[in-house]
């Protein structure tokens, strides 16, 4: 069984690699490269999906290659870095397979579907990594292989302008891990990630002394530069000017990078109180204020960019307060959601003869009983879910399913659907009670594998500090005085770069329908 679990292993490593050679083999082919590529992609899937069996029946499965001081370069697939070589190839093959229609006629389409090999390949490295310079070498492999990806078609209009903004970024975030590595490195040797206890990297902080700090600084400034957060938010919104397949990748897999990072480095990055308040505060900031930025976008897919950056501020918050299991299943969501949203983009634009739904958005009591019997509901529905209570930021996090069960019912009660109130409040509180027995059983599963919490996280409660950030907005924005400043403000502010000077100054209603002119009749001369 174990001899199974390591060719497993290998092959999902192996299977992205192979079709980035059999599109470079087949580049005077392209579709049939794209095909190909797509196939092995999926035999990568199946061989995680059997690799996950094997780690569930046996245990932990790794390869290596190590000399007489240790370790050098390997992968682990235990309960936590499995599940996370599944989402990584399940999501390239999705991709990739979307790609084979979408990118047909494309010239370029042989540079993506390489580019996607490569990434893919890279970012199981990052999540299986048995040392931590393995581990760095993934993290920079996938920098260099989205860069190509992203900048596949630099004849669209944004494309190189957008490139060399990720290019400045990954250039400080993957120079500072580079940093934290060589620190480590130095001072303690080629950590390993993974042990048998979880707590391979408990040691770590203790023996770094006084650089401790530093270096878990240095890792949460990597982490943000990956996920777009705070200063580094710059680069994340440009991507919307590359194919859909590319925003897909990008979205579900490639940014959550940052919050792997986090979890795989936890017991270093978690061990500094300055560390862990930088995180938490930049990502706080940045989830309400890219979700203010989100509410005033108008395309589809800057919508999609700035929720992602505000999904990300959350999943880091999560971290930074110790919930490892909660930004877990953040990540692992938010990937299959993304995926599907950017996939599926083309279905949200308006066809001829659609028509709008009507929405009434006034306060009344029968649609304030149905948000509280919706929130209420889905809080007890959500506490029956044996197992959830025990693990970190658990009280915070039933709070928000529930507010998030209020808000839902209130767009589905703002919609004129007369008498399906009681049908929507029931459909919540199912997939309430969904969530909370998923979210249980998959902390159960990942539990034992799950890094060891520094000293230095924070109380999970300030999580509400991020709920208090978005309703105080919210009012801002509907306050008579203060709400057009502000939502003028934030469109300035969500403009992509090279409309940076147009700036917006007043809000005016749009007219659908322009009045013809009145041309009057000319006068005619008489010959006389």
């Not at 509410?295 to 700035?306: H, M, N, P, T």
């Not at 599926?344 to 009591?365: E, F």
């Not at 029968?366 to 209420?376: D, K, N, Q, W, Y």
């Amino acid at each position: 069984m174990t001899m199974i679990g390591r060719w497993l292993l290998l092959g999902a490593l192996a299977a992205p690699l192979l079709s980035l050679g059999a599109m470079t083999w087949l580049r005077a082919r392209p579709s049939t490269g794209a095909r190909v590529s797509a196939a092995l992609q999926w035999v990568g899937a199946v061989m995680a999906a059997l690799l996950t069996t094997v780690v569930a029946i046996h245990g932990t499965v790794a390869v290596s290659i190590g000399s007489s001081g240790g370790v050098v370069f390997g992968l682990t697939a235990n309960r936590l870095t499995v599940v996370l070589i599944v989402l990584v190839v399940g999501i390239g093959a999705v991709v990739q397979s979307f790609s084979v229609r979408y990118l047909r006629s494309d010239l370029h389409a042989a540079r993506f579907v390489a580019g996607t090999g490569a990434l893919v390949a890279s970012m199981i490295v990052v999540a299986a990594s048995s040392t931590l310079i393995g581990l760095l070498v993934g993290w920079v492999a996938a920098s260099a292989s989205f860069l190509v990806i992203a900048g596949y078609r630099p004849d669209l209009p944004g494309v190189r302008a957008s490139a060399r903004r990720m290019a400045v970024a990954f250039l400080v975030g993957d120079g500072a891990l580079v940093v934290a590595t060589l620190i480590i490195a130095q001072r303690v040797g080629n950590v390993a990630l993974v042990d048998s206890n979880g707590a391979a990297l408990s040691h770590v902080a203790d023996r770094l002394g006084g650089t401790g700090s530093i270096v878990a600084l240095l890792i949460v400034v990597s982490a943000l530069a990956r996920s777009a957060q705070g200063p580094f938010g710059f680069w994340l919104p440009g991507t919307v000017a590359a194919p859909t397949p590319v925003s897909a990748l990008l979205h579900a897999g490639f940014v959550n990078a940052g919050g792997i990072l986090l979890i795989r480095t936890g017991a270093i990055a978690s061990s500094s109180a300055i560390a862990m308040v930088v995180a938490f505060v930049v990502a706080a900031a940045t989830a309400v204020g890219a979700t203010a930025v989100m509410a005033q976008r108008s395309d589809v897919k800057s919508e999609l960019a700035y929720s992602t950056m505000g999904q990300m501020g959350f999943m880091v918050a999560e971290c930074a307060v110790g919930a490892f299991g909660a930004g877990l299943v953040h990540l692992f969501g938010h990937a299959l959601y993304k995926a599907t949203l950017f996939l599926g983009s083309g279905g949200q634009m308006h066809r001829p003869g659609q028509v709008a739904p009507v929405v009434d958005k006034r306060v009344t009591l029968g649609r304030s009983l149905l948000v509280a019997a919706a929130a209420l509901a889905s809080l007890g529905a959500v506490l029956a879910a044996s197992g959830l209570s025990g693990h970190g930021a658990s009280g915070p996090l039933t709070l928000f399913v529930a507010v998030t069960a209020g808000v839902g019912a209130w767009s589905l009660g703002t919609r004129h659907h007369p008498g399906r109130g009681l049908l929507s409040v029931s459909l919540i509180v199912a997939a309430s009670a969904l969530y909370g027995f998923v979210a249980a059983g998959f902390f159960a599963w990942v539990s034992p594998d799950l890094p060891a919490v520094g000293s230095a996280v924070l109380t999970p409660w300030l999580l509400l500090a991020i709920a208090a950030g978005g309703v105080t907005t919210a009012l801002l924005l509907h306050a008579p005085a203060v709400g057009p400043r502000l939502r003028i403000a934030l469109i300035g502010f969500g403009a992509p770069a090279g409309l940076a000077t147009q700036r917006i100054t007043t809000l005016r209603p749009l007219v659908l329908h322009q009045p013809r002119p009145s041309v009057g009749a000319v006068p005619v001369r008489s010959a006389a």
